[in-house]
């Protein structure tokens, strides 16, 4: 008999399930490991109205009537106090603010955060998170994070009330400044950025497939990431920036940012959490913290996973995913 593992069915707090003919294809992976996702905005044009959230909505259970969309629109800031409202109003649940040119479809970003700081009040009173993606443009690319940290230091201690993550936390300051900062700051953490560090991106010969934004830094900051994770500090919960992009837009002479990790995901975190010896971390990580953030309530049913290597597909979805031809110890049973 195989070993087993019964989890809580887990949650995932940043994912990208993209748009049109790839939407449907992506969103039943998602289905597939989680209960839950929190749906990033930045299609093209990006998700800013509650219409748009709306229909975004309504092609996402089309696809995937199983999964559970948790919607997020771009947080800019010509949106007005009423905008907010009616994005409430439809059930959104996080804004998510772009700096300029940072990442994927990140175009007409802020500059700074501070730009969003008259629409603080309407997203608390709505109780909607505001979900930063944490890098100062301008910036060199390894600074941009830590750069980031100290407006939205500034932001989050000057409006207590309001709930903010800092998304896919790549280093070391970050995290150690998310754990001093209020209860009303929080963190997402990726699989990838707990597995690799950027000389596995650049070290070698160049692997377009891991290049993300933020892009992995060193081993100490990787070191900072799964103490984090492993920790039990609600702080710090699941989002894996699972960003796919078609094999044409990543092996090419200007490659997207992105890493494609749902197809392992839930089995990914498996390994990592097993081989830290923090099996019992796992659940709250993945299905509890984010949650309790969020304000939802916990998922009652559970997913098992069962201790049967099996070897990740060189190309799934039409993308080459994290970890495409490896051997993963652990896969979801059913
Ligand atoms: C994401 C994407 O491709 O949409 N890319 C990435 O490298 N993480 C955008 C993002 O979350 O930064
Ligand atoms: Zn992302």
Known sequence: ???????????????????????????????????????????????????????????????????????????????????????????????????????????????????????LPAMENHALVVCCHGEKPGIFCLDREEAFLEEFSEVAAAHPQTRFVLEHVSTAAAVRRVAELGPNVAATITLHHLEITLDDVIGGNLRPHLFCKPVAKRASDRQALRKAAFSGNPKFFFGSDSAPHRMDRKECASGCAGVYSMPVALEGLAEVFDAANARERLGHFVAGFGADFYG?????????????????????????????GETLAWRIQG
Not at 63 to 87: G, V
Not at 308 to 318: F, H, K, N, S
Request: with cysteine; hydrophobic share 40%; charged share 20%.
């Open 296 to 324: 939802l309530p916990r998922t009652t049913q559970t997913v098992t996973l069962i201790r049967d290597p099996w070897t990740v597909p060189a190309v799934v979805d039409g993308v080459v995913p994290y970890r495409a």
């Open 1 to 119: 008999m195989n070993e087993t593992w019964t989890l809580p069915r887990a949650d995932d707090f940043h994912v990208h399930l993209r748009q049109d003919e790839d939407l449907p294809l992506y969103a039943r992976e998602a289905a597939r490991h989680f209960a839950r996702v929190l749906v990033m905005p930045n299609l093209v044009p990006p998700v800013r109205t509650s219409q748009e959230v709306s229909a975004y909505l309504e092609a996402i259970l089309c696809a995937a009537p199983d999964l559970h969309p948790l919607m997020a629109f771009k947080l800019s800031p010509d949106l007005t106090d009423s905008n907010i409202h009616e994005l409430a109003k439809v059930g959104a649940v996080a804004g998510k603010v772009y700096p300029e040119g940072v990442t994927t479809h990140s175009e007409n970003g802020v500059q700074d955060l501070r730009q969003i700081g008259h629409l």
